[in-house]
């Protein structure tokens, strides 16, 4: 069982930004393709970004393309993502999510994962 836990969240002006963090407990995280989704109340998950699990290959939704970068440290089992410009649409509960797989491609739905964490809060104000 692969424990998740996400942090780095908080409340942020509008054009700043924040750092999040999801750190694994799995020793051999490296195997594993992992995705930040959001969720805001009474609406699914929506795929934010995602990461091979060399970190060769990443995707990144159109709604922060240029703003956010994923990025990951298998060393320290822990997968960040860089969110600058934060706009108060971006305001939102973010999860951490991953599947094992060693191909290539990352999958942008939420039910196609097998882990997650508890997700951590972002707010931006306006």
């Known amino acids: 069982q692969v424990q998740l836990i996400e942090s780095g969240g908080g409340l942020v002006q509008a054009g700043g930004f924040l750092r999040l963090s999801c750190t694994a407990s799995?020793?051999?995280?490296?195997?594993?393709?992992v995705g930040w989704f959001r969720q805001t109340p009474g609406k699914e998950q929506e795929f934010v970004s995602g990461?091979?699990?060399?970190?060769?290959?990443?995707y990144t939704a159109d709604s922060v393309e240029g703003r956010f970068t994923i990025s990951r440290d298998n060393a320290k089992n822990t997968v960040y993502l860089q969110m600058n410009s934060l706009r108060p649409e971006d305001t939102a509960v973010y999860y951490c999510?991953?599947?094992?797989?060693?191909?290539?491609?990352?999958?942008?739905?939420?039910?196609?994962?097998?882990?997650w964490g508890q997700g951590t809060q972002v707010t931006v104000s306006s």
């Open positions: 990461i091979s699990w060399s970190g060769s290959s990443t």
């Open positions: 799995e020793r051999i995280f490296s195997n594993y393709v």
């Open positions: 999510e991953a599947y094992k797989f060693l191909g290539i491609g990352v999958r942008t739905d939420a039910d196609q994962y097998d882990y």
